[in-house]
């Protein structure tokens, strides 16, 4: 009888995890927490992944007008894995100015987004 315990599925030997070629974008399960700080307004999200055996990667985003797309992102190890669905977290720093209501759309899958609308108080 032969028992396989899955003790690390991140490999060791994968260069910088945020430029990676083959970082995918992860469903945005949740929000975690806003925080506005010194004119830059942070999220803390969690990612659900196909299995726990991803790494996550920089989010990345793009901005139109006063409306930022926001992506997860991971890339899944090469080492076998578990068949169940993982979470990863992220987190990213936006530059936002005072007074001004900012949209917030966090990439979930094809073009369904998890959004929220912010008004920026003044500093």
Same mark, same amino acid.
């Given at each position: 009888?032969?028992?396989?315990?899955?003790?690390?599925?991140?490999?060791?030997?994968?260069?910088?995890? $945020? $430029?990676?070629?083959?970082?995918?974008?992860?469903?945005?399960?949740?929000?975690?927490?806003?925080?506005?700080?010194?004119?830059? &307004?942070?999220?803390?999200?969690?990612?659900?992944?196909? $299995?726990?055996? +991803?790494?996550?990667?920089?989010?990345?985003?793009?901005? @139109?007008?006063?409306?930022?797309?926001?992506?997860?992102?991971?890339?899944?190890? $090469?080492? #076998?894995?578990?068949?169940?669905?993982?979470?990863?977290? @992220?987190? &990213?720093?936006?530059?936002?100015? #005072?007074?001004?209501?900012?949209?917030?759309?966090? +990439?979930?899958?094809?073009?369904?987004?998890?959004?929220?609308?912010? @008004? &920026? #108080?003044?500093?």
């Amino acid at each position: 009888m032969a028992a396989v315990l899955l003790t690390s599925c991140i490999d060791l030997i994968t260069g910088d995890r $945020n $430029n990676r070629s083959d970082a995918q974008p992860i469903y945005t399960q949740s929000v975690e927490s806003i925080e506005l700080s010194n004119g830059k &307004i942070s999220f803390d999200l969690v990612g659900l992944t196909p $299995n726990p055996c +991803w790494t996550a990667a920089s989010p990345t985003y793009e901005k @139109t007008g006063t409306t930022f797309n926001i992506t997860q992102r991971g890339y899944p190890s $090469n080492q #076998p894995c578990v068949d169940v669905l993982g979470t990863i977290e @992220t987190s &990213i720093s936006l530059n936002v100015a #005072p007074g001004t209501e900012y949209t917030f759309k966090f +990439w979930r899958f094809d073009e369904a987004t998890l959004d929220t609308t912010i @008004t &920026i #108080p003044q500093f």
